[in-house]
């Protein structure tokens, strides 16, 4: 993580004995029973063996507390995924969302979004989210999204968003446009100097977590706890919807598009972790 952030992070935490003999004696002799065992009982055909049809596409995506991983190294992204224009509700390009073997973090593709983002349903009305994304520079001061909780409605609900905004990470709440900042200090009076940047030009590890009246945002590991959200300023609780979709990908409603690549996405109903 660059040293900015890093220091944003920083500010915001505040028996061996006489039986030896007889235990090694009782050892060898189990040890020769389990052997004889194997040997008496029929063993599966070797090939047989291999992973199961739905196994995980690369080794970064495969923790246990998720229930949908994807690595894209499929040949399509279709059968899991719906790609979806540059805010969310227009018609996408080919460009939009493209497989791409020219970069990935676990195995040999990954994700290359420009100005869109895909779109599948969530494990659970509230669940937690990870993926790993490179972004190819830097997003600049205006407001973008990246990472999208949707809720029930038309051609646009209720959504609750994290992306970035005066050139740090935020939080949105679509309707209001309420927004929390990464800068403890609340607002940017000239500049944001204590706020968490989104690195650039790196594999970084982005998890978030949607629930009710909650959202939190993780970097590479570590919670930022001013986009840890419960309130909103203009906005009374119950603010959250009954999550049914989750959206990845960038938009910058300011300025130009980023090319941003994702690899290794998991979600689930617990924290999924990095490793």
């Not at 791409?100 to 420009?114: E, F, N």
Request: hydrophobic residues 35%; glycine residues 14%.
């Amino acid at each position: 993580m660059p040293s900015r952030a890093l220091a944003a992070l920083g500010i915001l935490a505040g028996c061996a004995g006489s039986d030896g003999a007889a235990n090694v004696a009782a050892v060898d002799a189990g040890a020769e029973a389990r052997t004889d065992a194997r040997a008496s009982t029929p063993q599966p055909d070797a090939r047989q063996e291999g992973p199961p049809p739905d196994a995980p596409s690369s080794p970064f995506d495969a923790g246990v507390a998720a229930t949908f991983v994807d690595g894209f190294e499929g040949a399509t992204l279709a059968s899991r995924w719906t790609v979806l224009g540059f805010e969310g509700h227009q018609q996408p390009q080919p460009t939009t969302a493209v497989l791409d073997g020219t970069r990935a973090h676990g195995g040999g593709k990954s994700l290359h979004v420009h100005d869109g983002f895909i779109e599948t349903s969530p494990p659970a009305t509230a669940f937690y989210g990870r993926a790993w994304v490179w972004f190819g520079a830097d997003p600049g001061t205006g407001h973008w999204m990246g990472w999208v909780g949707v809720g029930p409605g038309g051609s646009q609900g209720t959504e609750v968003r994290y992306g970035g905004h005066y050139d740090i990470l935020q939080a949105n709440y679509f309707g209001n446009d309420d927004e929390v900042i990464s800068d403890p200090k609340g607002y940017c009076s000239p500049t944001c100097d204590n706020g968490v940047v989104m690195p650039v030009g790196a594999w970084s590890c982005v998890e978030f977590y949607f629930g009710k009246d909650e959202m939190r945002f993780w970097l590479d590991g570590a919670e930022v706890p001013t986009l840890h959200v419960t309130t909103w300023r203009n906005q009374a609780a119950p603010w959250s919807p009954a999550y049914d979709r989750v959206r990845l990908g960038f938009h910058d409603f300011q300025g130009s598009a980023v090319d941003v690549w994702y690899d290794d996405v998991a979600l689930g109903t617990r924290k999924i972790g990095c490793d």
